[in-house]
């Protein structure tokens, strides 16, 4: 039997701090790069409303390597 090397414990931790630190840049990014688009608010429903739901995407995997077990 191979030992742990992470307690689920650590596990949860360690991905919280990513996802924390990895939000903070992803809304910097696309708060800043909203500057950029044309004052219409068809553009901005579009905008916010497809980054609003990407940001779970690169999460998906980092949420389950924190939930498995052992």
């Given amino acids: 039997m191979s030992p742990r090397l992470l307690s689920p414990r650590l596990r949860k931790f360690i991905g919280m ?6 939000l903070v840049v992803y809304i ?24 609003g739901t990407l940001w779970g995407v690169p999460l998906f995997p980092l949420i389950r390597w924190m939930n498995r077990e052992g």
Avoid: M, N, Q, R
């Fill in 17 to 22: 701090i990513v996802i924390l630190v990895f």
């Fill in 28 to 51: 910097t990014v696309v708060a800043s790069l909203a500057d950029e688009l044309p004052d219409h608010w068809a553009v901005k429903l579009a905008y916010y409303g497809f980054f």
